[in-house]
Protein backbone atom coordinates (compact mmCIF):
# COMPACT_ATOMS: atom_id res chain seq x y z
CA UNK A 1 0.00 0.00 0.00
CA UNK A 2 2.92 2.02 0.71
CA UNK A 3 4.85 1.38 -2.47
CA UNK A 4 7.56 -0.05 -0.59
CA UNK A 5 9.67 -2.79 -2.27
CA UNK A 6 10.10 -6.50 -0.28
CA UNK A 7 13.59 -5.45 -0.84
CA UNK A 8 13.30 -2.79 1.37
CA UNK A 9 11.35 -4.55 4.44
CA UNK A 10 13.84 -7.03 4.36
CA UNK A 11 16.80 -4.58 4.45
CA UNK A 12 14.98 -2.94 7.52
CA UNK A 13 14.28 -6.21 9.49
CA UNK A 14 17.81 -7.77 8.77
CA UNK A 15 19.55 -5.65 7.27
CA UNK A 16 20.59 -7.19 4.01
CA UNK A 17 20.21 -7.11 0.77
CA UNK A 18 20.35 -9.59 -2.10
CA UNK A 19 23.19 -9.35 -3.66
CA UNK A 20 24.29 -9.86 -6.82
CA UNK A 21 26.58 -12.96 -5.87
CA UNK A 22 23.71 -14.39 -4.42
CA UNK A 23 21.18 -14.36 -7.50
CA UNK A 24 21.10 -18.11 -9.07
CA UNK A 25 23.27 -18.40 -11.94
CA UNK A 26 21.97 -18.96 -15.07
CA UNK A 27 22.47 -23.45 -15.93
CA UNK A 28 25.07 -23.44 -18.57
CA UNK A 29 23.70 -26.01 -20.99
CA UNK A 30 25.56 -29.00 -22.02
CA UNK A 31 24.16 -28.56 -25.56
CA UNK A 32 24.52 -25.07 -25.81
CA UNK A 33 27.33 -24.36 -23.92
CA UNK A 34 30.91 -26.14 -23.62
CA UNK A 35 30.04 -27.90 -20.68
CA UNK A 36 30.40 -31.38 -20.08
CA UNK A 37 27.81 -33.80 -19.01
CA UNK A 38 27.89 -36.08 -16.07
CA UNK A 39 26.52 -38.53 -19.00
CA UNK A 40 25.91 -41.62 -16.10
CA UNK A 41 24.13 -39.40 -14.27
CA UNK A 42 21.88 -38.57 -17.59
CA UNK A 43 21.55 -42.06 -18.41
CA UNK A 44 19.77 -42.81 -15.16
CA UNK A 45 18.16 -39.39 -15.21
CA UNK A 46 16.36 -39.83 -18.98
CA UNK A 47 15.36 -43.50 -17.51
CA UNK A 48 13.32 -41.37 -13.98
CA UNK A 49 12.02 -39.17 -17.17
CA UNK A 50 11.14 -41.65 -19.40
CA UNK A 51 9.27 -43.57 -17.23
CA UNK A 52 7.82 -41.38 -14.59
CA UNK A 53 8.49 -37.22 -15.32
CA UNK A 54 7.21 -34.84 -16.89
CA UNK A 55 8.19 -31.56 -18.47
CA UNK A 56 5.39 -28.31 -18.73
CA UNK A 57 6.02 -25.38 -20.40
CA UNK A 58 5.92 -22.41 -17.38
CA UNK A 59 5.78 -18.43 -18.15
CA UNK A 60 9.12 -16.73 -19.66
CA UNK A 61 9.93 -19.72 -21.64
CA UNK A 62 11.43 -21.61 -18.60
CA UNK A 63 10.05 -25.03 -18.36
CA UNK A 64 9.72 -27.53 -15.40
CA UNK A 65 11.07 -31.32 -15.15
CA UNK A 66 9.50 -33.19 -12.59
CA UNK A 67 9.85 -36.74 -11.16
CA UNK A 68 6.92 -38.43 -9.40
CA UNK A 69 8.88 -40.48 -6.52
CA UNK A 70 6.69 -42.56 -4.67
CA UNK A 71 6.95 -41.70 -0.95
CA UNK A 72 6.98 -45.77 -0.21
CA UNK A 73 10.79 -45.50 -1.45
CA UNK A 74 12.27 -42.43 0.18
CA UNK A 75 15.76 -43.90 -1.65
CA UNK A 76 13.86 -42.87 -4.64
CA UNK A 77 13.77 -39.24 -3.76
CA UNK A 78 17.34 -38.92 -2.92
CA UNK A 79 18.59 -40.81 -6.12
CA UNK A 80 16.24 -38.84 -8.67
CA UNK A 81 17.67 -35.13 -6.72
CA UNK A 82 21.32 -36.36 -6.99
CA UNK A 83 20.88 -37.23 -10.58
CA UNK A 84 19.70 -34.20 -11.25
CA UNK A 85 22.39 -32.44 -8.99
CA UNK A 86 24.29 -34.05 -11.09
CA UNK A 87 23.56 -33.31 -14.55
CA UNK A 88 21.95 -29.44 -14.09
CA UNK A 89 24.89 -28.26 -10.88
CA UNK A 90 24.08 -24.72 -10.78
CA UNK A 91 20.27 -25.06 -10.77
CA UNK A 92 17.73 -25.88 -6.89
CA UNK A 93 16.38 -29.14 -6.89
CA UNK A 94 12.75 -28.41 -5.42
CA UNK A 95 10.02 -30.74 -3.79
CA UNK A 96 6.27 -30.47 -4.46
CA UNK A 97 4.09 -32.71 -1.94
CA UNK A 98 1.34 -34.77 -3.52
CA UNK A 99 -0.90 -37.07 -2.30
CA UNK A 100 1.45 -40.27 -1.62
CA UNK A 101 4.64 -39.30 -3.66
CA UNK A 102 6.92 -36.50 -3.65
CA UNK A 103 7.47 -34.74 -7.19
CA UNK A 104 11.44 -34.03 -7.40
CA UNK A 105 11.63 -30.89 -9.99
CA UNK A 106 13.99 -28.17 -11.28
CA UNK A 107 13.52 -25.45 -13.41
CA UNK A 108 15.01 -24.64 -16.69
CA UNK A 109 15.17 -22.72 -19.81
CA UNK A 110 17.03 -25.62 -21.32
CA UNK A 111 14.99 -28.67 -20.39
CA UNK A 112 14.26 -29.17 -23.99
CA UNK A 113 17.82 -29.20 -25.19
CA UNK A 114 18.51 -32.26 -22.57
CA UNK A 115 15.17 -34.12 -23.37
CA UNK A 116 14.73 -33.23 -26.92
CA UNK A 117 11.26 -36.08 -25.62
CA UNK A 118 9.31 -32.85 -24.63
CA UNK A 119 6.07 -32.30 -26.81
CA UNK A 120 2.61 -31.84 -25.99
CA UNK A 121 0.71 -34.68 -24.42
CA UNK A 122 1.07 -37.52 -23.02
CA UNK A 123 4.64 -39.64 -23.42
CA UNK A 124 2.18 -42.57 -25.62
CA UNK A 125 0.16 -40.50 -27.65
CA UNK A 126 3.48 -39.19 -29.75
CA UNK A 127 6.88 -40.67 -30.88
CA UNK A 128 9.28 -41.37 -28.87
CA UNK A 129 13.08 -41.34 -30.26
CA UNK A 130 16.29 -40.97 -28.93
CA UNK A 131 18.57 -38.38 -30.60
CA UNK A 132 22.20 -39.98 -31.72
CA UNK A 133 23.94 -38.08 -28.45
CA UNK A 134 21.39 -39.66 -25.94
CA UNK A 135 21.61 -42.96 -27.65
CA UNK A 136 25.84 -42.83 -27.52
CA UNK A 137 25.09 -42.38 -23.88
CA UNK A 138 22.70 -44.69 -23.39
CA UNK A 139 24.68 -47.64 -25.21
CA UNK A 140 27.31 -46.62 -23.09
CA UNK A 141 25.48 -46.42 -19.26
CA UNK A 142 23.09 -48.91 -20.68
CA UNK A 143 22.53 -50.58 -16.53
CA UNK A 144 22.12 -46.50 -15.31
CA UNK A 145 19.44 -45.87 -17.99
CA UNK A 146 17.74 -49.35 -17.22
CA UNK A 147 17.88 -48.56 -13.71
CA UNK A 148 15.79 -45.52 -13.79
CA UNK A 149 13.55 -46.87 -16.08
CA UNK A 150 12.62 -49.50 -13.55
CA UNK A 151 13.03 -46.85 -10.58
CA UNK A 152 10.22 -44.95 -12.03
CA UNK A 153 8.09 -47.89 -14.26
CA UNK A 154 9.51 -51.18 -12.88
CA UNK A 155 9.53 -53.12 -9.75
CA UNK A 156 11.11 -56.06 -8.37
CA UNK A 157 8.65 -58.70 -6.86
CA UNK A 158 7.82 -61.93 -5.82
CA UNK A 159 5.74 -64.40 -8.24
CA UNK A 160 3.85 -67.27 -6.77
CA UNK A 161 3.36 -70.08 -8.95
CA UNK A 162 0.86 -73.19 -8.38
CA UNK A 163 2.57 -76.75 -9.87
CA UNK A 164 0.07 -79.11 -9.98
CA UNK A 165 1.24 -82.43 -8.56
CA UNK A 166 -0.38 -85.81 -7.89
CA UNK A 167 -1.32 -86.29 -4.04
CA UNK A 168 -1.36 -82.13 -3.80
CA UNK A 169 -0.33 -79.35 -5.71
CA UNK A 170 2.78 -77.51 -4.91
CA UNK A 171 3.70 -73.88 -4.55
CA UNK A 172 6.98 -72.02 -5.17
CA UNK A 173 7.80 -68.67 -5.04
CA UNK A 174 10.57 -67.12 -7.27
CA UNK A 175 11.53 -62.79 -7.75
CA UNK A 176 10.66 -61.52 -10.73
CA UNK A 177 10.83 -58.09 -12.35
CA UNK A 178 8.53 -56.16 -14.21
CA UNK A 179 8.76 -53.26 -16.34
CA UNK A 180 4.96 -51.36 -17.31
CA UNK A 181 4.93 -48.40 -19.79
CA UNK A 182 1.78 -47.31 -21.84
CA UNK A 183 4.28 -46.18 -24.68
CA UNK A 184 5.49 -49.07 -26.96
CA UNK A 185 8.58 -47.02 -28.18
CA UNK A 186 9.57 -46.54 -24.19
CA UNK A 187 8.89 -49.96 -24.01
CA UNK A 188 11.05 -50.84 -26.75
CA UNK A 189 13.97 -48.39 -25.62
CA UNK A 190 13.59 -50.60 -22.76
CA UNK A 191 14.11 -54.03 -24.05
CA UNK A 192 17.05 -52.65 -26.66
CA UNK A 193 18.62 -51.92 -23.56
CA UNK A 194 17.88 -55.01 -21.82
CA UNK A 195 19.38 -57.10 -25.36
CA UNK A 196 22.51 -55.09 -25.17
CA UNK A 197 23.12 -56.27 -21.64
CA UNK A 198 22.23 -59.68 -22.74
CA UNK A 199 19.26 -59.77 -19.97
CA UNK A 200 16.06 -62.13 -20.84
CA UNK A 201 12.91 -60.70 -20.90
CA UNK A 202 9.56 -61.45 -22.48
CA UNK A 203 6.37 -59.33 -23.19
CA UNK A 204 3.88 -60.44 -20.36
CA UNK A 205 0.90 -58.47 -22.11
CA UNK A 206 -0.22 -55.33 -23.74
CA UNK A 207 1.95 -53.19 -22.02
CA UNK A 208 4.17 -55.56 -19.25
CA UNK A 209 7.96 -56.50 -19.76
CA UNK A 210 9.07 -59.13 -17.34
CA UNK A 211 12.40 -60.37 -16.51
CA UNK A 212 11.70 -64.11 -14.62
CA UNK A 213 14.58 -66.23 -15.36
CA UNK A 214 17.23 -66.83 -12.59
CA UNK A 215 20.05 -65.56 -14.45
CA UNK A 216 18.65 -62.01 -15.47
CA UNK A 217 16.79 -61.78 -12.08
CA UNK A 218 20.30 -62.02 -10.67
CA UNK A 219 22.23 -59.91 -13.56
CA UNK A 220 19.59 -57.25 -13.08
CA UNK A 221 20.26 -57.51 -9.03
CA UNK A 222 23.67 -56.24 -9.18
CA UNK A 223 22.50 -52.86 -10.39
CA UNK A 224 18.88 -52.35 -9.66
CA UNK A 225 17.82 -54.23 -6.76
CA UNK A 226 14.56 -53.53 -4.91
CA UNK A 227 13.14 -49.91 -4.25
CA UNK A 228 14.80 -49.02 -1.67
ZN1 LIG B 1 20.42 -25.43 -24.13
Redesign the pocket.
Known sequence: MCGVSIGAVRHWKYGTRRSKQAAPRKFD?P??HERSLDEQSYAYLLGLYLGDGHIVHCPKDVFRLEIACCDAWPGLIHAAAEAIKAVMPSNAVGYRQRQGCTMVGVLSK?LP?LFPQHGPGMKHTRKIALAVWQEDIVTKFAEEFVRGLIHSDGCRSMNRVRRPLKGGDRWYEYPRYTFVNESADIRRLFTDALDRLGIAWKQMNRKTISIARREAVARLDEFVGPKY
Open positions: CRCHC
